[in-house]
């Protein structure tokens, strides 16, 4: 196995245990959750929203993972994209709310294991893609 798919393997599993942890946590601590998020100045209804999109993304990042040709590039982009956005804006909105700088680790963490799981995606399938 290359180095390219060790790194892409790696980052791609541990950035969907952490959507998968993430998305569990939404509903397992679901009252602490909701009034968090009233905190962060969001609606109530968003947190179970976005435990479900994070499942979702579970789900997506699993076929990334195993090249299952059903989920097309597009989606591919797509959950790539979705959870960038997804782990840039809890930055922010850790930090507007001035919370200490280590309750936002686990966002810049996803935001390094998406960028670097997207590279290694790229050159492993999409430079494959072009070559035939």
């Not at 892409?8 to 946590?25: C, D, Q």
């Not at 602490?32 to 994070?54: A, C, I, Q």
């Amino acid at each position: 196995m290359n180095k390219n798919k060790l790194i892409f393997r790696i980052t791609t599993s541990l950035l969907a245990l952490m959507y998968l942890g993430g998305g569990s946590r939404y509903f397992i601590e679901y009252s602490f959750m909701s009034d968090y998020f009233e905190l962060l100045n969001f609606p109530r209804w968003l947190h179970p929203l976005l435990g479900v999109t994070k499942f979702m993304a579970v789900i997506s990042l699993v076929t990334i993972l195993l090249d299952i040709k059903a989920n097309p590039k597009w989606l591919k982009e797509w959950t790539y994209a979705g959870n960038f956005f997804n782990a840039f804006l809890a930055f922010i909105a850790h930090q507007m709310i001035e919370e200490s700088f280590d309750l936002s680790v686990p966002a810049i963490m996803v935001l390094v294991l998406v960028v670097i799981s997207r590279i290694t995606w790229g050159k492993l399938y999409l430079t494959a893609d072009k070559e035939e």
